[in-house]
T-cell receptor, first 113, second 114 residues
Framework: NAGVTQTPKFQVLKTGQSMTLQCAQD?????MYWYRQDPGMGLRLIYY???????DKGEVPNGYNVSRLNKREFSLRLESAAPSQTSVYFC????????????FGPGTRLTVL | DAKTTQPPSMDCAEGRAANLPCNHS???????VYWYRQIHSQGPQYIIH???NNETNEMASLIITEDRKSSTLILPHATLRDTAVYYC???????????????FGQGTTLQVKP
């Protein structure tokens, strides 16, 4: 049981390049989330998926797109990276029920030059 | 979701109890109190949650005041590995109509010292 896995762990992009961050969970959770964390700050929600086939915007969705490929996988795409997107990106999934807790992946550290 | 207020930093001696306070004076009756922690550079880790009653698990205890306007997370015997940023979050129970998202503030940086 690997929990929540993310790839890659580190990435450096040039302004304007695109990339996809991958996330997978093996806990059979319906809900999955993408957060970003800037230095010295708390996490902010980018997008979430309440169930397979559905996605919704969070607090800071501009510049990002997501795909809920299946129940296990939830990817985050940067179409044209900007230096303001330099951050650590965390994926999470949530247990079922009204008080379900979230399990987080190890993060992807992205630098945009 | 209600806002929370936490001290920015605290120190604790190894082996002693760490008591981390959180103020949530605008909490609503249907909002739960959650605690997560983030050890340096890792993803946040769930610790405990509660609604009204005090709660205890293998990691910590959560004490919620009777008026629910504040709470305290207690790590009974802090170790060096408990050094982390601790986040207090309040959130309604998840329904089909809401996200279940967590709103993270700045948290409390707990430094456990030998």
């Amino acid at each position: 049981n690997a929990g929540v896995t993310q790839t890659p762990k580190f990435q450096v992009l040039k302004t304007g390049q695109s990339m996809t961050l991958q996330c997978a969970q093996d806990m059979n959770h319906n809900s999955m989330y993408w957060y970003r964390q800037d230095p010295g700050m708390g996490l902010r929600l980018i997008y979430y998926s309440a169930s397979e086939g559905t996605t919704d915007k969070g607090e800071v969705p501009n510049g990002y797109n997501v795909s809920r490929l299946n129940k296990r996988e939830f990817s985050l795409r940067l179409e044209s990276a900007a230096p303001s997107q330099t951050s650590v990106y965390f994926c999470a999934s949530r247990t079922a029920g009204a008080v379900g807790e979230q399990f987080f992946g190890p993060g992807t550290r992205l630098t945009v030059l | 979701d209600a806002k929370t207020t936490q001290p920015p930093s605290m120190d604790c001696a190894e082996g002693r109890a760490a008591n981390l306070p959180c103020n949530h004076s605008t909490i609503s009756g249907n909002e739960y109190v959650y605690w997560y922690r983030q050890i340096h550079s890792q993803g946040p880790q769930y610790i405990i949650h509660g609604l009204k009653n005090n709660e205890t698990n293998e990691m910590a205890s959560l004490i919620i005041t009777e008026d629910r306007k504040s709470s305290t997370l207690i790590l009974p015997h802090a170790t060096l590995r408990d050094t982390a940023v601790y986040y207090c979050i309040v959130r309604v129970g998840v329904l089909s109509s809401n996200t279940g998202k967590l709103i993270f503030g700045q948290g409390t940086t707990l430094q456990v010292k030998p």
